[in-house]
């Protein structure tokens, strides 16, 4: 093979990964290797080693027979090109924490999994000190409820399963979640009382950006958040508001 054959070679695996990876975009629940030979018109055996290749890079995750969804490696890519919004959203976050008191974070979503962006800690000596870049599992939490509540129900029972992981006594079912996220929906405000973590408590709003859907949390022991609840849920509407109209700005 010449070196001009090997180019053309190399372009074309990169461009099929790009076109499997785009007809991922907009699949949070995955799809099967069957549907995506047939959106990005591929043939299915094409599909079953580039998919299998992108997913030991971590590109992409593979859930059975029925679920190849975007990866974790991808999220924490799209998470550094998104450093316009955590550089943003940075001083709105240290005025959250600061009026509540508590940790202030930034979340966003890759599959099932919250990938914290960036993270404001609290001051109290007894804290929350969420670390960016960690993940978080999102049915469990208030930031990943709040994603959750703009996907339509049958979405989410896709991506989540029947059976939802019991992180602790709390943790919901998913029946529950679904009335959780109806409440949700309605009220615009998520919460999460010792369902991840025993002792942590967490309020969360959603926040749209040009760049997509994310959340912002505060976060703390729970006795201390259920006394400050109203201040907090205040104080978060201020954020998301503020934020929010700052983004705008940003192309």
């Not at 029972?157 to 929906?185: A, D, Y």
Request: net charge negative.
């Amino acid at each position: 093979m010449t070196s001009a054959e090997s180019d053309r070679s190399g372009v074309g695996v990169i461009a099929r990964a790009a076109a499997i990876l785009r007809t991922l975009e907009d699949e949070p629940s995955g799809l099967s290797l069957g549907a995506i030979a047939k959106k990005s018109g591929l043939p299915r055996s094409t599909v079953q080693r580039m998919v299998d290749a992108l997913a030991q890079e971590e590109l992409l995750e593979v859930h059975g027979r029925g679920g190849v969804c975007l990866g974790p490696a991808l999220m924490r890519l799209a998470s550094h090109s998104h450093v316009d919004i955590t550089q943003k959203a940075r001083p709105y976050l240290e005025e959250l924490s600061q009026a509540t008191g508590e940790s202030a974070i930034l979340i966003g979503a890759s599959g099932a999994e919250l990938l914290i962006l960036h993270s404001v800690v609290s001051p109290n000596a007894l804290r929350v000190a969420p670390v960016a870049g960690n993940f978080l599992s999102i049915y469990a939490t208030a930031g990943g409820k709040i994603l959750l509540s703009v996907m339509h129900d049958n979405a989410v029972m896709k991506m989540l399963g029947t059976e939802l992981k019991r992180l602790t006594p709390k943790t919901p079912t998913l029946e529950q979640l679904l009335g959780q996220l109806e409440q949700i929906r309605i009220s615009g405000f998520a919460s999460d009382f010792d369902e991840h973590t025993l002792g942590v408590g967490a309020v969360a709003v959603g926040l749209q950006t040009p760049q997509g859907q994310y959340a912002i949390d505060v976060v703390g022991p729970v006795w201390r958040m259920e006394e400050s609840i109203e201040v907090i849920k205040t104080a978060l509407t201020k954020c998301q508001k503020d934020l929010t109209a700052a983004m705008r700005s940003i192309v």
